[in-house]
């Protein structure tokens, strides 16, 4: 099933983290490049390197801490297809 194979590419510890730094790179993108948008449409955005920084690593983090969480809620009750 899905879970199984979820749970084994999920097994070790530098897929997690390259799962989390994909999706938290993804977000980023996604939330830059809509606020990068709006100043097409006549809002001003100022950018500020070291905020931008900080969301990014933000990002990454939570993602990565959020697959971790899932994948071993899913090696304790692996028979559970949603959580």
Not at 24 to 50: C, D, K, L, N, Q
Request: charged share 10%; net charge positive.
């Amino acid at each position: 099933t899905s879970t199984v194979s979820s749970l084994v590419l999920f097994e070790k510890p530098k897929h997690i983290l390259g799962g989390g730094f994909v999706a938290g790179t993804g977000v980023v993108v996604m939330h830059y490049s809509g606020m990068a948008a709006m100043t097409r449409v006549g809002f001003r955005v100022e950018w500020a390197p070291g905020l931008i920084a900080v969301s990014y690593l933000v990002a990454v983090s939570v993602a990565t801490v959020g697959f971790w969480i899932v994948f071993r809620l899913l090696q304790w009750k692996p028979h559970v297809e949603r959580l």
